[in-house]
């Protein structure tokens, strides 16, 4: 088997607004993600032409509100992390802590010093704080008022609160993410954009707006953090989805060719070269408007070209399949991406198709693509566990998958690829972000929540906890 490099790292991956909970404490103020109802209609929910942003608790639940209570638990939560031996970290900063409403010009203190608390939790495990600045959550308040990232105006209060908490925790963290699964907008723009069908959501030039808002954002980001601390590495984050042509019709390999443009490579292109790419013109014809129709200075332009980031950071859950010749083929149900079913591959219980050869390919295409080091920061198999009466589970399935996953990487590794490390989305159960439930699970860890909000909210360690202890403990050597 192959050598994992040394310092390879090895952790585990959540997000804020789904673990913490906690979503009305210390000042916290209301993220998109307080809003969203929970449940497998969220996205069609929050499409309908007269969403509007509010809680109504009579018709839908708000799983986020109480996550799994992480904001108190934290450090029985980052015990059991050490227990498994994470080499480091990723979780993300709730925006909506640290600027309430986004706009101020003071950050919350209270909000400021949980991330002191939990910082210092993991650094007493000798576990590293990998941190996405923003991860699907940005203040509510940005997007009622403003209308979400299409306003330019966000360039100014993210640059604002990325200074904040990179100069807080910068000597402390030395690895950052800009934004959670950039890309992802161009099927759901809410979650990283705040943009749905009533505010302008369904628009494509909106989508793109908003994208290079966030571009310059994101390399302001990249240029604080530099100032700060020379040694920093700041990633972007992708959702990549390899993506393949269904079969050898050269159509259909042209068709492929377009989404990964489209879908996999334009963000990274932006943000990792620092220049728009030559296809981009092509892309923005086929939704029916062009570069010049966007509000781009040439201060933005410089401003990329100036604060490329340092490495890619993406996630990894599934492949699909493009063909354009034969419309009667189903779509990959379930794929949020889009696409049709493989032949070749089993799909998860929610039709995300598991393809541990497809991430051996993303690793290769992202590296070789761009020569700078690469970070598998998600990957996982959401599934129903179904806990005996000890609470234990004995998630075979997960660790099927997740091997292969790791199997993949050594792949590439060998075939010569720079990859930084592993954090498995979700290391321990939390809120889902396509669902807003429980019951779609990913952890090593079990927590005794169901999709109702009732249980213990007690921790119990899946079959996979020991078995990805030993994986650390190997570096990558028992599987
Ligand atoms: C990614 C997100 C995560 C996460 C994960 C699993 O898209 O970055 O926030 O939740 O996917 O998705 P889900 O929870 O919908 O199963």
């Not at 209270?110 to 704080?129: H, N, Q, S, T």
């Not at 790419?277 to 040439?298: C, H, I, Q, W």
């Not at 970070?375 to 997740?402: C, H, M, S, T, W």
């Not at 078995?467 to 570096?475: F, M, P, R």
Request: with cysteine.
């Amino acid at each position: 088997m192959t050598e994992f490099p040394k310092g390879f790292l090895w952790g585990g991956a959540t997000a804020a607004n789904q673990l913490e909970g906690a979503y009305n404490e210390d000042g916290k103020g209301l993220s998109i993600a307080d809003v969203l109802p929970g449940g497998p209609e969220r996205f069609n929910l929050v499409n309908q032409p007269d969403f509007n942003w509010t809680m109504d608790d009579k018709k839908y639940t708000y799983p986020n509100h109480n996550g799994i209570d992480h904001y108190h638990r934290y450090q029985e939560d980052i015990k059991l992390f050490a227990e498994m031996g994470f080499k480091c970290y990723r979780f993300s900063i709730a925006w909506s802590r640290v600027f309430p409403n986004g706009d101020e010009t003071e950050p919350n203190e209270a909000g400021l010093e949980f991330y002191d608390r939990l910082i210092a939790e993991c650094l007493k495990y000798d576990i590293e704080p990998v941190i996405t600045i923003s991860h699907y959550e940005m203040p509510l308040h940005l997007v009622t008022e403003y209308g979400g990232w299409k306003n330019r105006k966000l360039i100014g209060f993210y640059e604002r609160y990325a200074s904040v908490v990179l100069n807080r925790y910068a000597d402390k963290v030395k690895y950052w993410m800009t934004f959670n699964e950039i890309n992802s907008a161009l099927h759901f723009p809410v979650m990283g954009q705040g943009l749905v069908k009533s505010n302008g959501g369904d628009k494509m030039q909106n989508i793109y707006q908003a994208w290079h808002n966030q571009f310059v954002a994101g390399a302001k980001a990249v240029k604080i953090a530099h100032a700060i601390r020379p040694d920093i590495l700041i990633g972007c984050m992708l959702l990549y989805a390899t993506t393949y042509s269904y079969d050898a019709n050269p159509v259909n390999q042209l068709a492929a060719l377009k989404e990964n443009q489209a879908f996999n490579h334009f963000c990274g292109d932006v943000q990792v070269r620092g220049t728009y790419p030559a296809y981009t013109e092509s892309v923005m014809n086929r939704y029916g408007f062009s570069f010049k129709d966007l509000d781009v200075t040439a201060d933005d332009l410089a401003v990329l070209k100036e604060n490329p980031v340092d490495y890619i950071g993406f996630s990894y859950y599934m492949s699909t399949a493009i063909n354009v010749t034969d419309k009667k083929l189903a779509t990959a149900n379930g794929n949020l991406v889009g696409g049709v079913k493989n032949p070749f591959l089993e799909a998860s219980d929610w039709g995300w198709q598991i393809d541990p050869t497809g991430l051996r390919i993303a690793l290769n295409e992202l590296y070789n693509r761009y020569q700078k080091p690469v970070f598998v920061v998600e990957n996982g198999l959401g599934a129903i566990d179904k806990p005996d009466k000890n609470n234990f589970v004995q998630d075979d399935y997960r660790i099927d998958y997740l091997r292969k996953h790791i199997e993949a990487i050594a792949g590439a590794v060998d075939d010569g690829v720079q990859v930084m490390g592993y954090t498995p989305w979700g290391c321990i159960d939390l809120v889902s972000a396509s669902t807003g439930q429980m019951s779609k699970r990913y952890g090593f860890i079990y927590v005794d929540l169901d999709d109702n909000g009732q249980g213990t909210l007690n921790r119990y360690k899946k079959a996979s906890f020991n078995w990805y202890q030993k994986v650390i403990e190997s570096n990558g050597q028992e599987l």
